[in-house]
């Protein structure tokens, strides 16, 4: 794909699924990488394809929501490749539970992983992308930043403030004058591993919701998705969905304004562990 040879571009989560993906077409395109996750060994062979590939790599564990380690983190990869010019906030986890009775930890959990995760990524790297003068921020939100689900509150709750939160970025960069562009994205069923390792609140199983998930949901491969990511990015698009099932919800969604509660709510009820 062209636009990305020569760019160092940092992408958070890279030990599977779409990191993974997104570093490794990042890779054939030309890019030189910094690639991190506390998922180590999915790491390493993250880390060994992009070698066998020819791509400059940098890899570190990370801890999205250790702000102080990311400012490190962000330095470190400064120091390493000379400059910095986009930021892949790629890393996230799910929860299963009604908001009564998730507890305050469950949901913090995941508000610290999947938004503050975001935003200490955005921040850290600004300023290089800034000075690199020609910066791009790529936040992973979801479908589910696009409408809400009974049982998924808490991700709800995360992936909508990092959708909010990157339309505000992109709005501030303009007004400022800044040299960097910014992407909010919003997958729709993809083939990853995230609702195998979703977690839950206390008696509740996933074990189905996490089958469903994987043969009726998730229609589209990591690899695809980096792909429309990226292309999304080249053409520095506000934000990018992927998937029909993305595309299809987002206009009803915009059609029917919070008319969709009455539409969806029995029909995901089935599929929502908890949910009543």
Do not use: C
């Not at 779409?18 to 690639?35: C, P, T």
């Not at 930021?87 to 610290?112: C, H, L, P, T, W």
């Not at 955005?122 to 003068?133: A, C, R």
């Not at 992109?170 to 990853?192: D, Y």
């Amino acid at each position: 794909m062209e636009g990305f040879a020569g760019k160092v571009a940092v992408v958070t989560g890279a030990g599977s699924g779409i990191g993974q993906a997104l570093a490794i077409e990042l890779a054939r395109s030309g890019a030189q990488l910094a690639i991190s996750d506390v998922n180590t060994e999915g790491l390493a062979a993250t880390e060994e394809r992009l070698k066998a590939i020819g791509a400059p790599v940098k890899t570190d564990r990370l801890d999205v929501t250790e702000r102080e380690a990311f400012q490190v983190y962000a330095d470190a990869v400064k120091e390493h490749f000379g400059k910095v010019n986009q930021i892949y906030n790629n890393a996230g986890i799910a929860f299963a539970g009604d908001v009564e009775v998730s507890q305050f930890k469950d949901i913090e959990r995941v508000m610290d992983v999947d938004f503050w995760g975001v935003v200490n990524g955005t921040k850290v790297f600004l300023p290089y992308l800034i000075e690199s003068g020609d910066g791009h921020v790529i936040n992973i939100s979801s479908v589910f930043g696009l409408f809400s689900v009974p049982g998924q509150a808490a991700y709800n709750a995360a992936k909508f403030a990092v959708r909010g939160f990157t339309e505000a970025l992109r709005q501030e960069m303009v007004l400022a004058g800044h040299p960097v562009k910014v992407t909010t994205v919003h997958p729709g069923g993809i083939k990853t591993g995230i609702a195998r390792n979703m977690t839950a609140a206390e008696g509740l199983d996933t074990t189905e919701l996490a089958q469903t998930f994987d043969k009726k949901l998730a229609s589209t491969s990591p690899q695809k998705a980096a792909r429309v990511i990226l292309d999304g990015v080249h053409k520095n698009k506000a934000r990018v969905l992927i998937g029909t099932d993305a595309k299809v919800l987002d206009l009803i969604v915009r059609a029917t304004g919070s008319g969709y509660q009455r539409l969806f709510g029995p029909a995901l009820s089935r599929f929502m562990p908890g949910a009543h």
